[in-house]
Nanobody, 120 residues
Framework: QVQLVESGGGLVQAGGSLTLSCAAS????????MGWYRQAPGKQRELVAT???????VYADSVKGRFTISRDNAKNTVYLQMNSLKPEDTADYYC??????????????WGQGTQVTVSS
């Protein structure tokens, strides 16, 4: 079984920065793509950024130039560095990892979510 633990959320003023992390633990698995999604109050969950095992990165238009996704394969961890934060970035942020687990096949795992609040 694979577990994801997210951290790094908090309250920050507009223009500030936060870095989120999501670490996967377990055994007998290999990670393919990693990504971050967010859900604002009253809104649907939306893609923020993804990074494949080969390093291909896709960002939502709303965060391009401000957010950076990266991964540390040795630590099975994905990061989201968020700069120049805006109030509209306020949301619960969720990590999703697409992986292959021996005995189960392809799986998507979600983190528990971490809250990011940006004040004006």
């Amino acid at each position: 079984q694979v577990q994801l633990v997210e951290s790094g959320g908090g309250l920050v003023q507009a223009g500030g920065s936060l870095t989120l992390s999501c670490a996967a633990s377990g055994s007998s698995f290999s990670i393919n793509a990693m990504g971050w999604y967010r859900q604002a109050p009253g809104k649907q969950r939306e893609l923020v950024a993804t990074i494949t095992g080969g390093g291909t990165i896709v960002y939502a238009d709303s965060v391009k130039g401000r957010f950076t996704i990266s991964r540390d394969n040795a630590k099975n961890t994905v990061y989201l560095q968020m700069n120049s934060l805006k109030p509209e970035d306020t949301a619960d942020y969720y990590c999703k990892i697409s992986l292959w687990q021996v005995g189960k096949g392809a799986l998507d795992k979600w983190g528990q979510g971490t809250q990011v609040t940006v004040s004006s």
